[in-house]
């Protein structure tokens, strides 16, 4: 199909689905203009041009009042930012900036967190397998807690302790309540066939709990759960928190820690439960549970999800009579894993026309060289769109970036933050370069390309090698 041609074709004539701006799909500061979409104050089609594509566009507002309606909701102290969702260094900045404090999983996201300036008495590590090297760091900087999750874990605490002097640390207890709940079985983790925490069947929790209450290494201030993730019913997440805080109650420590989970809409018509309304429902069930100490979650997806959108540019438009419309982006799994991994849904637009009427039917897909890599399985766009057309994907901003890979070496996309009218890069755009360095053999590695001198292929070239085949 020629540059230009429209997509035409596959138009339904039954329905034009209402527009993600109208649906509440948009960051908060989004603004139709005659030109189109701006965010923060900033045209879409300018960071386009400006940035590249795809490009994740985050509105920083709407990041910041997510997080000031969950502190207002628990109350200061009790937020945690999960950075898993979206992490970079202006991230974890914003988060600590909002009075949040935030959970690491790793080795990698605490150094990213410290590196950001973020006191270490403001983060708390998870993790189901943490190795020696992330405990030693995170006792050694004065984490603000660990949420110990294995028998193993314990053991290396208390080596770190005894062996290398490192001080006490105070745990949370991660227990699997046996109560799940998520959009997609990958995402559920609070049931009792999990890998995550001690199982409250048959007493494991119990003897956990007791093993870190008498440990001379660490200090027990309370117990943590996290049932399960994109949640759009606040009972649920009150009945995993009802099913902890009963345990809770009779474990030495004042705080419960019952995860994060809270569902976004990412299609129009779906709602969620505020802060505010998960709040009033995790309070309730807790208290009938006979806890009346703290109560702390770690809200990951319902802080950044609709803050972040996609763009991505249009290459190919192709139509399969009697079948279906093609529709390729330069992006794809690479910058978006969860249709792939969850079957999950999202909608699209055009910037230059953001409440049009959609009524064409196309498969909106990736440039990876495999059938999966769709991003949106049957995505609703307006009739006129085009080769070389900016499109976009809202409620993109969690686990959108923090999942992207190099698959088919794609670099992964810039990040950038607008508000007020400015836009600033905060996560640059990997280049093919950065990617080569990585790899010691090759042309940009470490180390650095190398001639076989006198080696000739078949065909006569030289043949090029990082060092002679057979050294080691
Ligand atoms: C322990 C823990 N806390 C918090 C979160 C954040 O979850 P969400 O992004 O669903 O709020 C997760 C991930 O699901 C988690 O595993
Ligand atoms: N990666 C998942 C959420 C996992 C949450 C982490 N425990 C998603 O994209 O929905």
Redo the contacts with the bound molecule.
């Keep these: 199909m020629a540059a230009n041609q429209r997509a035409g074709g596959t138009v339904s004539p039954a329905s034009s689905a209402s527009s993600p701006v109208d649906a509440g799909l948009l960051p908060l500061t989004a603004e139709v203009r005659p030109e189109g979409l701006a965010v923060g104050g900033v045209l879409l089609a300018d960071l386009a041009r400006c940035h590249g594509t795809p490009l994740f566009v985050y509105d920083e507002e709407q990041l910041r009042q997510r997080c000031r309606e969950a502190v207002a909701a628990f109350g200061p102290g009790n937020v945690a930012y ?1 950075s ?2 979206f992490l970079c260094t202006a991230m974890a900045r914003l988060a600590h900036e909002e009075g949040l404090l935030l959970d690491v999983a790793s080795g990698g996201e605490l150094r990213a967190a410290l590196g950001a300036g973020v006191p270490a008495d403001r983060i708390v590590l998870h993790g189901s397998n943490k190795d020696e090297a992330e405990l030693r760091t995170a006792m050694s900087a004065g984490v603000r807690h660990v949420v110990v999750d294995s028998f193993d874990e314990l053991d290396r605490i208390e080596r770190l302790h005894a062996e290398e002097r490192l001080p006490v640390v105070r745990v949370q207890l991660r227990v699997a309540p046996g109560v799940a709940a998520g ?2 079985e ?2 559920r ?1 609070g049931g009792s066939d999990s890998k995550f925490g001690f199982g409250l069947a048959g007493g494991t929790a119990e003897r956990a709990a007791r093993r870190a209450a008498d440990s001379p290494a660490m200090l027990l201030e309370g117990v943590h759960a ?1 049932v399960g ?2 949640v759009l019913d606040a009972r649920e997440l009150a009945a995993g928190a009802a099913a902890v805080a009963r345990f809770a109650a009779g474990v030495p420590g004042r705080r419960l820690t019952v995860g994060g989970g809270l569902g976004v809409a990412y299609e129009a018509g779906q709602s969620v439960p505020s802060f505010a309304d998960w709040a009033a429902r995790v309070h309730a069930a807790v208290r009938g549970a006979g806890w009346d100490g703290q109560v702390g979650v770690e809200p ?2 319902s802080i950044a999800a609709r803050a972040g959108l996609t763009l991505y540019r249009v290459g190919t438009i192709k139509r399969i009579e009697g079948v279906r419309t093609y529709v390729s982006v330069d992006g794809g799994m690479s910058d978006n894993l ?1 249709p792939a ?2 079957g ?1 849904r999202y909608e699209a637009f055009l910037p230059r026309s953001p409440r049009a009427d959609r009524p064409l039917r196309a498969r909106l897909v990736g440039k990876h060289c495999e059938s999966g890599d769709v991003i949106i399985d049957e995505a609703a766009l307006p009739a006129d769109l085009r080769v070389s057309d900016l499109l976009a994907t809202p409620v993109t901003g ?2 959108g970036y ?2 992207a890979s190099n698959y088919n070496k794609l670099p992964r996309p810039a990040v950038v933050f607008v508000r007020d009218g400015a836009a600033r890069v905060v996560v640059r755009r990997e280049t093919e370069e950065d990617l080569l360095r990585l790899d010691a053999d090759g042309p940009a590695g470490p180390a650095g390309p190398g001639v076989l001198p006198g080696a000739r292929r078949s065909g006569g070239g030289d043949l090029v090698a990082a060092r002679p085949l057979g050294t080691a």
Excluded: E
């Design positions: 999960a898993k969702a959009a997609h990958a995402i983790t996290h993730s994109q990951g997806r969860r991994l969850y999950s969690a686990y923090a999942m």
